[in-house]
């Protein structure tokens, strides 16, 4: 057997030593931490939200911009058009939507979404402004009170944002004479 000295001194190796392979997965960033622990001193409080069920709906987003309003009842009239109410008046169901969508939009979010429900030969109609904004003006709720179909309407103020919501008859009453001074 030889000795370890007999090999003589030992020399760097003449190739690259080995790199280790690349990671199979990329690293993932880490995700944020919430401010405050749940747990904690106070119960988290669940937010008020909308609740619509055991009917058919229909949600739609749209960009808050000029178009919205246009966009609104052209996607309404389509969807309900496929729920089968012969004695609806698309005229009404168009004005609610526009009036609704564009005060909405005036409200000045970045998005506006529009909720239409419906039960027992009525149409809900919801649009939800994502910004806790004034009031709306008088004159939303005078334009929807010329339509025939209205049955009521109104607004409420959440955390999610202003709703303003209007329920159209699809059994309409003969149309309401229009006041002129």
């Not at 990671?23 to 405050?36: D, F, M, S, W």
């Not at 119960?43 to 009917?55: K, Q």
């Not at 609104?72 to 168009?94: C, F, I, K, M, Y």
């Amino acid at each position: 057997m030889t000795s370890p000295e007999a090999k003589g001194p030992k020399l760097p190796p003449t190739y690259p030593p080995k790199s280790p392979p690349p990671q199979k997965k990329p690293v993932e960033p880490p995700r944020p931490q919430p401010a405050t622990k749940p747990g904690g001193l106070l119960p988290a409080l669940p937010r008020p939200r909308m609740r619509i069920r055991n009917r058919r709906t229909v949600a739609l987003t749209f960009r808050a911009d000029e178009w919205a309003p246009a966009k609104a009842a052209a996607q309404a009239l389509t969807s309900v058009r496929g729920w089968n109410h012969p004695g609806l008046d698309e005229r009404d169901l168009e004005t609610a939507v526009t009036l609704l969508v564009a005060a909405a939009v005036r409200e000045g979010g970045r998005r506006v979404s529009l909720h239409l429900a419906d039960q027992s030969d009525k149409i809900l109609v919801v649009a939800l402004s994502h910004q806790p904004g004034p009031a709306p003006e008088g004159e939303v709720f005078a334009g929807l009170q010329v339509l025939a179909s209205l049955d009521s309407c109104g607004d409420d103020l959440a955390e999610d944002g202003r709703r303003l919501w209007a329920l159209l008859d699809t059994v309409p009453r003969p149309r309401r004479a229009s006041r002129v001074a």
